[in-house]
């Protein structure tokens, strides 16, 4: 858990810094170790993709809304329709910057944990140690992999729902509409293999932190 408003303030000015070991280093000082620090980012991250997973099926029900249109403002329907996938675009620049910064702390985190590991004297302790370092990088792997699958598949659906827009931009009416409903299956179901990736991750996610937190 985030400690207190005195840790977040001071996390906020390393951050600003860019500086990421003195972040950590200044982090342990008050208690809060890479291994939370982790947790928290892989918690971020699932969230981020949660919360993905919403905006992208809004774009979808706000496209299907637009390619339906039945009289009334049609410019107000594509509005709708753009600002959702401009909330989508956002969502995903969340994602990746999320996953880059589990990536951060996984490196800080084991380079920590295999150099203290040569500091153990006692072979069974160092030993037991070693398994753990391998089976959390095992088990973050496996995170990281199913976290890079969900974020490709985002780049596809974006590229497609930018087209639609840009496409009515300057041909906003019905015989426009009926151009890319043929798309619009496509569309679909990338969305629906996207949702399926980033319930994987999810749900991967959710494993790793129960899992580094049980070590």
């Known amino acids: 858990m985030k400690k207190n408003i005195s840790m977040a303030i001071l996390a906020t000015s390393f951050l600003l810094g860019g500086c990421q070991s003195a972040y950590y280093g200044a982090m342990e000082k008050v208690g809060y170790h890479k291994r ?78 295999q150099s203290e590991i040569a500091q153990i004297s006692k072979g069974s302790l160092r030993r037991n140690s070693e398994t753990k370092l391998r089976e959390t990088k095992h088990s973050y792997e496996q995170l990281m992999r199913t976290m890079k699958r969900a974020e490709d598949k985002m780049a596809p659906v974006l590229v497609s729902m930018k087209d639609n827009m840009l496409y009515l931009k300057h041909n906003l009416n019905a015989q426009a509409i009926g151009a890319i409903k043929g798309e619009f299956t496509s569309l679909q179901t990338d969305i629906s293999n996207l949702l399926k990736e980033m319930n994987k991750s999810i749900d991967e996610s959710n494993k790793f932190i129960a899992a580094i937190e049980g070590t």
């Open 36 to 113: 939370d620090i982790m947790v928290d980012r892989v918690t971020d991250a699932k969230d981020s993709q949660e919360e993905a997973q919403e905006q992208f099926s809004s774009a979808l029900a706000e496209m299907q809304a637009l390619l339906n249109h039945n009289g009334g403002d049609l410019e107000k329907t594509y509005n709708k329709a753009k600002d959702e996938y401009e909330a989508s675009q956002e969502a995903a620049d969340d994602v990746s910057n999320r996953i880059d910064k589990v990536e951060d702390v996984a490196d800080a985190l084991f380079d920590e944990w």
